[in-house]
Structure formats: structure tokens, C-alpha cells
């Protein structure tokens, strides 16, 4: 898809704010610390492209001015600092907004689901060769379309936000460029993560570093170089209300009966079906280890819980182990098992073992992204590994800025074998869509083996 860039804005709050070191969690500087692509496509009204008397891009920057006041972190940069840690400069430096447009029009994209190719050119670029200092912590891009559409493709920083605070601040920023006031201003504290001292044993420096560190690799192989080369496709597969509702029939058969126990959860069917069709689009060795990974949102697991609205990172990423044969051989409900244990084990004496074995490491490069991503070092969960993440409890959809509700509402592009998002439908049924990449050799088959059940 060809687009062309118009111009392009650094927006600054539009009022004093905060301006000096603003500290970060161990969390906020491990994992994905890269930024998370989302796309938003809209059908503006034509009464309303003809009465407002403000145009979208001018909207857009207006209403991100002020909600930068209430949400000024997102306004500043990031260094590193000694041990590979980073800290965030409150300066103000601003949000990038980039006007474009394209001669497609929305009809180009079908139902979306089949065209993500399309998005890479509609989602505002990050330069990961540039020093970090000078990246932007959010980028959006908005791109008018020849029909009269608009797409608003978003990049915000998994240093300062996951998904819960990302999409806070989008709500909120809509809700400004309607013309309505905040809601509620975010909740932050720096110190919400420093150590504590465990009252009981906790896990040892070797159990967690297990947990955390590099997931299986294929039988026979040394690294897993081979595999991140390979070519990756990207693919949605939706699941209807009645499908995933079989599933969770069929896992929960077996199970000692409805009162004593508590059924799977829709992620946990959803995630173990996955886990299977992808080892067997694999063709893994029934010996072959493999994991899942998966994300855990700690804010109501703590004690006390965080406050209501807690912006950063309160998310710790957790894994679920076993072996390729038994996840194809046994029943459904025995993977659902597997993961729940995984699920169960992130409790608040968990949560403080794994902050404290983060800070108590003299570097976290191993633990970070950006640098596998440059190295080829580091977690990497595809072949024979999978890590399906769950936006089923975020509320994605209904972003209106003043010009209506989206269209349609996505994961930008993402082209690392293994990963793997599990959104809610549309009309919040039941149903569910599986936004996955895989490797190009694999996804016929997995594709197969997804809709067999």
C-alpha cells in the first residue's frame, strides 16, 4: 500500500507539568521493551466532515495537548543508565503525529482480517537503530483515504504503559477530542514496585531464573538462529460463540463434576487449542519440550491491590511448560490444566520474588527485547514454543473521537514466529478472533488442525 506522508507534529502538553526523572519499575524495563502497534480504521459521517469546523488532524492535536497534561510521561524519553536499566526523562520533548494519506480506499481492506500486509505503511515507524533517547514513547499516524476513511495506526511504548494504562490514555484522548471532560487522571507511583522483604520462603534466584529465562529449543539444535530467520505469515482466525463454546465442553468433560471445581476459563480453552495446533502443524517429536507464554495482570493479585486506574506496566509474564506428545495425545482439558497451574502460581509471594530477583541482577539486557531483536539473543517463543496473549478483558473496541465508533479495531503488524493475541468479537458474544504468526511452512496446517476441532 502506498502512502504518503503529508507532515508531521511533535505535540507537547499545552500547561506546565512535571519536568525531571520519573523512576521505573524492573518490569517496565523487562520484556517488550519495544512498542505495541494498534490500528483503528473509521467511516467519518459526511455531515460530520461538512459541519465540523475543525479538521480530524487538528482535532487530534488539539485533544492530545491537553490529555498529554494528565498523562505528561508519555511526553518525555527514556536512557540507559548504569546495569543496562533505563530511567525516564520528564522533559516534554513530545508525542510525534503524522498526517498522511493513501489512494485506497476501506473497500481495499475487505473484512481486515485477511489484509494485515496492508497496515505496516499505516502504522507511524520506529528506528530502533537510532539511540533510545531520541525515540518518541507514542507515535500516531493518521491516514485519509481516498473514499473518505481514516485510519489511526498508534505506537506506544511498552516501557510506560501495557495495556490496560495504553489504552487508559487513548480512552481519555478520545474522550477530550469529543468535547468531554476527563474521567479519571492516571494513578502513578514510581515506588509501587521497590523490593519488599518476603515474610515466607520465596522462589530461589535459580527457580526464577528458570521461569524467566530461555524458553525450550527444537531437538538437535543449539540455538535458534535457524528459526527466526524463517519466512512468517500473519493470520486471523475468527471462532464463533458456538465453536468456542465446544471447546470448553470438550475440555471440561472428565472434570469432577460442576460444583467441585471451576470450569475453564475461554483464555484457557482458547489458548490450550492453540498450543496443540500449533505443535502439530509442527510436527514435533512427541518428546520435543515446549512452553507457552502468556501475560498476568498483577494489579488485582497484589496485596493490597493497586489503585483503580495504576498507570506502567503491573503485568508479569509467566510460562506454562510440557511436552509436545502430551499435549496432542491427552485430552484438551489436560493442557487447560497445565496452563491454570501456570496461571495459579502468580500470587503476591510470586509476584515480589520475581521484582526482587529483577533487581538484584547486575544486568537485564538478557531479559529485554530490544536487544534480541537486534541480536537474535534472548526469549524467543516461536518453534517450538507459543506465546498467546490475552486482550480479552481490555476494552479495545469503541474508540470514538468525535467522528464515530471504529470499523474496525486490530494488532498492527507483527512478524515474530510464535506470536499470538486472542481479541473478543465485535458484539462481545462469546466469540473470539486469533491473531497469530507463524512460520509460512506452518500455517496451512495449522490452520487445519485450528478448525478440526
Same mark, same amino acid.
Given at each position: 500500500?502506498?502512502?504518503?506522508?503529508?507532515?508531521?507534529?511533535?505535540?507537547?502538553?499545552?500547561?506546565?507539568?512535571?519536568? *525531571?526523572?520519573?523512576?521505573?519499575?524492573?518490569?517496565?524495563?523487562? +520484556?517488550?521493551?519495544?512498542?505495541?502497534?494498534?490500528?483503528?480504521?473509521?467511516?467519518?459521517?459526511?455531515?460530520? $466532515?461538512?459541519?465540523?469546523?475543525?479538521?480530524?488532524?487538528?482535532?487530534?492535536?488539539?485533544?492530545?495537548?491537553?490529555?498529554?497534561?494528565?498523562?505528561?510521561?508519555?511526553?518525555?524519553?527514556?536512557?540507559?543508565?548504569?546495569?543496562?536499566?533505563?530511567?525516564?526523562?520528564?522533559?516534554?520533548?513530545?508525542?510525534?503525529?503524522?498526517? &498522511?494519506?493513501?489512494?485506497?480506499?476501506?473497500?481495499?481492506? +475487505?473484512?481486515?482480517?485477511?489484509?494485515?500486509?496492508?497496515?505496516?505503511?499505516?502504522?507511524?515507524?520506529?528506528?530502533?537503530?537510532?539511540?533510545?533517547?531520541?525515540?518518541?514513547?507514542?507515535?500516531?499516524?493518521?491516514?485519509?483515504?481516498? $473514499?473518505?476513511?481514516?485510519?489511526? +495506526?498508534? #505506537?506506544?511504548?511498552?516501557?510506560?504503559?501495557?495495556?490496560?494504562?495504553?489504552?487508559?490514555?487513548?480512552?481519555?484522548?478520545?474522550?477530550?477530542?469529543?468535547?468531554?471532560? %476527563?474521567?479519571?487522571?492516571?494513578?502513578?507511583?514510581?515506588?509501587?514496585?521497590?523490593?519488599?522483604?518476603?515474610?515466607?520462603?520465596?522462589?530461589?534466584?535459580?527457580?526464577?531464573?528458570?521461569?524467566?529465562?530461555?524458553?525450550?529449543?527444537?531437538?538437535?539444535?543449539?540455538?535458534? /538462529?535457524?528459526?527466526?530467520?524463517?519466512?512468517?505469515?500473519?493470520?486471523?482466525?475468527?471462532?464463533?460463540?458456538?465453536?468456542?463454546?465446544?471447546?470448553?465442553?470438550?475440555? #471440561?468433560?472428565?472434570?469432577?463434576?460442576?460444583?467441585?471445581?471451576?470450569?475453564?476459563?475461554?483464555?484457557?480453552?482458547?489458548?490450550?487449542?492453540?498450543?496443540?495446533? &500449533?505443535?502439530?502443524?509442527?510436527?514435533?517429536?512427541?518428546?520435543?519440550?515446549? $512452553? %507457552?507464554?502468556?501475560?498476568?495482570?498483577?494489579?488485582?493479585?497484589?496485596?493490597?491491590?493497586?489503585?483503580?486506574?495504576?498507570?506502567? #506496566?503491573?503485568?508479569?509474564?509467566?510460562?506454562?511448560?510440557?511436552?509436545?506428545?502430551?499435549?496432542?495425545?491427552?485430552?484438551?482439558?489436560?493442557?487447560?490444566?497445565?496452563?491454570?497451574?501456570?496461571?495459579?502460581?502468580?500470587?503476591?509471594?510470586?509476584?515480589?520474588?520475581?521484582?526482587?530477583?529483577?533487581?538484584?541482577?547486575?544486568?537485564?539486557?538478557?531479559?529485554?527485547? /530490544?536487544?534480541?531483536?537486534?541480536?537474535?539473543? +534472548? @526469549?524467543?517463543?516461536? #518453534?517450538?514454543?507459543?506465546?498467546?496473549?490475552?486482550? %480479552?478483558? /481490555?476494552?479495545?473496541?469503541?474508540?470514538?473521537? *468525535?467522528?464515530?465508533?471504529?470499523?474496525?479495531?486490530? @494488532?498492527?503488524?507483527?512478524?515474530?514466529?510464535?506470536?499470538?493475541?486472542?481479541?473478543?468479537?465485535?458484539?462481545?458474544?462469546?466469540?473470539?478472533?486469533?491473531?497469530?504468526?507463524?512460520?509460512?511452512?506452518?500455517?496451512?496446517?495449522?490452520?487445519?488442525?485450528?478448525?478440526?476441532?
Amino acid at each position: 500500500m502506498e502512502v504518503t506522508i503529508k507532515c508531521s507534529y511533535m505535540v507537547k502538553p499545552n500547561e506546565p507539568t512535571y519536568m *525531571g526523572v520519573f523512576g521505573l519499575s524492573e518490569w517496565d524495563q523487562t +520484556g517488550m521493551i519495544t512498542h505495541v502497534p494498534t490500528v483503528y480504521f473509521y467511516k467519518p459521517s459526511q455531515e460530520w $466532515c461538512t459541519s465540523s469546523t475543525r479538521s480530524i488532524i487538528d482535532t487530534l492535536k488539539e485533544s492530545l495537548s491537553r490529555v498529554l497534561v494528565h498523562f505528561y510521561p508519555l511526553a518525555g524519553r527514556v536512557r540507559w543508565i548504569r546495569q543496562r536499566r533505563l530511567e525516564l526523562m520528564c522533559d516534554t520533548m513530545g508525542v510525534e503525529l503524522i498526517e &498522511a494519506e493513501s489512494s485506497n480506499e476501506l473497500s481495499d481492506f +475487505g473484512d481486515f482480517s485477511s489484509q494485515t500486509n496492508l497496515f505496516e505503511n499505516l502504522i507511524p515507524f520506529v528506528n530502533y537503530g537510532k539511540p533510545i533517547d531520541e525515540l518518541p514513547l507514542v507515535l500516531g499516524q493518521l491516514t485519509k483515504f481516498r $473514499c473518505g476513511g481514516v485510519c489511526l +495506526g498508534v #505506537n506506544i511504548s511498552h516501557i510506560l504503559a501495557d495495556g490496560q494504562s495504553a489504552l487508559h490514555f487513548m480512552a481519555e484522548w478520545a474522550r477530550l477530542a469529543r468535547g468531554e471532560p %476527563l474521567q479519571m487522571a492516571p494513578y502513578f507511583n514510581p515506588d509501587a514496585f521497590r523490593s519488599r522483604q518476603l515474610p515466607t520462603k520465596s522462589l530461589t534466584p535459580c527457580d526464577m531464573h528458570t521461569e524467566l529465562g530461555t524458553p525450550p529449543l527444537l531437538t538437535g539444535q543449539e540455538n535458534n /538462529l535457524d528459526e527466526r530467520k524463517k519466512v512468517t505469515t500473519v493470520a486471523i482466525l475468527p471462532l464463533s460463540k458456538d465453536q468456542v463454546e465446544s471447546l470448553k465442553k470438550v475440555a #471440561n468433560e472428565g472434570v469432577n463434576g460442576p460444583n467441585t471445581y471451576n470450569p475453564y476459563t475461554r483464555y484457557e480453552v482458547v489458548a490450550a487449542h492453540v498450543w496443540r495446533s &500449533a505443535c502439530k502443524a509442527r510436527e514435533h517429536h512427541l518428546e520435543q519440550p515446549t $512452553c %507457552l507464554g502468556f501475560s498476568v495482570d498483577v494489579r488485582n493479585r497484589l496485596h493490597p491491590p493497586l489503585p483503580p486506574k495504576y498507570f506502567g #506496566n503491573a503485568i508479569l509474564d509467566a510460562v506454562a511448560s510440557s511436552r509436545s506428545g502430551d499435549i496432542i495425545t491427552h485430552p484438551l482439558g489436560c493442557t487447560c490444566a497445565t496452563i491454570r497451574e501456570a496461571i495459579e502460581k502468580v500470587d503476591d509471594q510470586y509476584i515480589w520474588s520475581n521484582i526482587n530477583f529483577l533487581k538484584n541482577l547486575s544486568d537485564l539486557t538478557p531479559f529485554q527485547d /530490544l536487544h534480541a531483536r537486534k541480536s537474535g539473543d +534472548g @526469549p524467543f517463543y516461536g #518453534n517450538p514454543n507459543i506465546g498467546v496473549i490475552s486482550w %480479552l478483558t /481490555l476494552p479495545i473496541y469503541g474508540l470514538d473521537f *468525535g467522528w464515530g465508533k471504529e470499523i474496525y479495531m486490530g @494488532p498492527g503488524t507483527h512478524e515474530s514466529d510464535g506470536d499470538c493475541l486472542i481479541l473478543p468479537g465485535l458484539v462481545n458474544d462469546g466469540s473470539v478472533k486469533v491473531a497469530i504468526c507463524l512460520q509460512l511452512a506452518h500455517m496451512d496446517a495449522f490452520k487445519k488442525y485450528f478448525y478440526e476441532h
